[in-house]
């Protein structure tokens, strides 16, 4: 799924237990994003979380994976 996300210096970006810095994010590392919509559709993230990624031979799950960074 790919959404436009807003971040602004209130935004906390996890990787664990230690908290990081936009510049530290790759592209399609993937990430859970907790925020609100603005009336643009864009998303405005109060938290990042940088997920490990998912195993290439993994099963389908029933919920939706995480986000790409891009």
Do not use: C, W
Not at 33 to 47: F, S, T
Not at 52 to 61: I, M, Q, T, Y
């Amino acid at each position: 799924m790919e959404k436009i996300i807003l971040v602004s210096d209130a935004t906390i970006i996890k990787r664990f237990q230690d908290t990081i810095k936009l510049a530290d994010l790759k592209v399609d590392d993937y990430i859970v994003v907790i925020g609100e919509p603005n009336n643009a559709g864009q998303i405005e993230a109060k938290l990042i979380r940088l997920m490990p990624p998912e195993p290439k031979n993994a099963l389908p799950k029933p919920f939706p994976s995480p986000m790409h960074f891009r």
